[in-house]
């Protein structure tokens, strides 16, 4: 089939949706104009910065222990390789929101009196961030070991020891390239922030999709849900360019 026929079906497609559509009903559903002010600017000030603040906090705490990890699963101490695996097995077979719920209730019923560090913040931060470890512990292994094993043997030759190999020599260079996974680690851990209501968050404390919802009750019409997807858009697409920048500027570097 030539491009031209495929352009032109194309055309025919988003004609009818666009002659079938019934557009005054469309927009007093999904684009009402004074709710989207009453939203304003709350809905950035709040809900788009608890956004980005819980995506954040769990993107810092899964890279940590998402290398951590991969460390322990490159490790030749069978206990650590053992302990790392299990978590990566076990932590990317759970659904998201299950692990959130069991840090929320199940840590501080454990531990009675325990509380977690800046609170709700906290909490989402542990939550999140202990599902993405584990795709970040296999994006770090898969960087690690994608480092050509002459560099690691010419460093030993000099006589560094292995941690200052992996330290100086190794994971800068496996940084590089696992900078374009890692980012999109960051786009999903953006998309699961709208979990957070599991843990019983403030209206100060409101993510995008909280807030919205929350406004959804009180208007009865869909437009704080466009508004929501608008502002994930703002977040993510940015994200999604910078990916394809840092693929094309690896793949020269190659």
């Not at 680690?185 to 968050?201: P, Q």
């Not at 919205?212 to 009180?218: A, E, G, I, T, V």
């Amino acid at each position: 089939m030539g491009r031209g026929v495929q352009y032109a079906i194309g055309l025919i497609i988003v004609a009818l949706v666009v002659a079938k559509t019934d557009w005054p009903t469309f927009s007093n559903s999904f684009l009402r104009a004074d709710i989207l002010l009453r939203e304003l600017p709350r809905v950035i000030t709040v809900g788009l910065v608890n956004t980005i603040i819980y995506t954040l906090l769990a993107f810092v705490f899964a890279f940590c222990l998402g290398l951590l990890l991969a460390l322990m699963r490159l490790s030749s101490i069978g206990p650590y390789r053992w302990f790392a695996s299990a978590y990566v097995e076990f932590f990317r077979g759970v659904p998201a929101l299950v692990v959130l719920f069991m840090v929320a209730y199940g840590i501080p019923n454990a531990f009675p009196g325990f509380e977690f560090p800046g609170d709700k913040y906290g909490m989402v931060m542990v939550g999140l961030g202990i599902t993405a470890a584990a795709y970040m512990a296999e994006t770090f292994r898969a960087g690690i070991q994608a480092v050509p094993k002459g560099q690691t043997e010419a460093a030993r030759t000099l006589g560094m020891s292995y941690s200052r190999t992996m330290a100086s020599i190794v994971i800068p260079q496996a940084f590089r390239i696992v900078v374009p996974p890692l980012t999109n680690e960051m786009i999903l851990l953006v998309k699961d922030s709208s979990l957070v209501y599991v843990v019983g968050v403030t209206a100060a404390q409101y993510e995008l999709t909280k807030f919205s919802q929350d406004f959804l009750n009180r208007s009865v019409n869909a437009t704080p849900l466009i508004v929501a997807a608008i502002c994930y858009l703002a977040i993510t697409l940015p994200l999604s360019m910078l990916v394809r920048r840092l693929e094309r500027r690896y793949a020269k570097a190659r």
